[in-house]
């Protein structure tokens, strides 16, 4: 069954950065893109930005555009995205979907469980 | 890119049908058939409920149903249930590459 697992729970203190990782099983992961997406506490979902996993191809939420960065080992089948100058309103769970133009309709169908990025000094 | 405009809250009694908007404009809504639906429940992840406007993927029950008009998206659940209490977010293609998410709407069964 398609599942992707993120990587656990981190602590991290105001200015560092925060990597966190996403494994895809169960499908074919390079015809797929990955989106990431996060929800701070109390918050709507807010979406950051993708990569096609078969170009490497990335693009961006203005919002995030600089400090954040998308990428993937297609060996691993795993896509990663790394948030830098951290400051506590990033305080929030992360979220990586996978997303299919045609067979998903540009839908994101399936989800990580999500990783909480807490920020704290 | 601005947030897609949903209602905070909505309700209904069991058996009853809710019916969230989800407005955009024409960079997003209007100009695409590519709005998705998502329930979120607290510590969950989200679930995808209907996409390009009125599909259903497999699996998700046929109480739910999508449409759309003009810069107006909505999502219909019927015959409402208890395990239907959640957040629902709308979310738009808004093309070259961009994405962007509703405010999310609260259900409530009463």
């Known amino acids: 069954q398609v599942q992707h697992v993120q990587s656990g729970a981190e602590v991290k203190k105001p200015g560092a950065s925060v990597k966190v990782s996403c494994k895809a099983s169960g499908y074919t992961f390079n015809i797929y893109a990955i989106h990431w997406v996060r929800q701070a506490p109390g918050q709507r979902l807010e979406y950051m930005g993708w990569i096609n996993v078969a170009s490497g191809d990335r693009k961006y939420s203005q919002k995030f555009q600089g400090r954040v960065t998308i990428t993937r080992d297609t060996s691993a089948s795993t896509a990663y995205m790394e948030l830098s100058s951290l400051t506590s309103e990033d305080t929030a769970v992360y979220y990586c979907?996978?997303?299919?133009?045609?067979?998903?309709?540009?839908?994101?169908?399936?989800w990580g469980q999500g990783t909480l990025v807490t920020v704290s000094s | 890119q601005s947030a897609l405009t949903q209602p905070p809250s909505a309700s209904g009694s069991p058996g009853q049908s809710v019916t969230i908007s989800c407005t955009g404009t024409s960079s997003d809504v209007v100009g695409y058939k590519y709005v998705s639906w998502y329930q979120h429940h607290p510590g969950k992840a989200p679930k995808l409920m209907i996409y390009?406007?009125?599909k259903r993927p497999s699996g998700v029950p046929d109480r739910f149903s999508g449409s759309k008009s003009d810069n107006t998206a909505s999502l219909t659940v019927s015959g409402l249930q208890a395990e239907d209490e959640a957040v629902y977010y709308c979310?738009?293609?808004?093309?070259?590459?961009?994405?962007?998410f509703g405010g999310g709407t609260k259900v409530t069964v009463l």
């Open positions: 390009e406007i009125s």
């Open positions: 979907a996978r997303e299919h133009d045609t067979l998903t309709g540009y839908s994101f169908d399936h």
């Open positions: 979310s738009s293609y808004a093309g070259s590459g961009n994405w962007v």
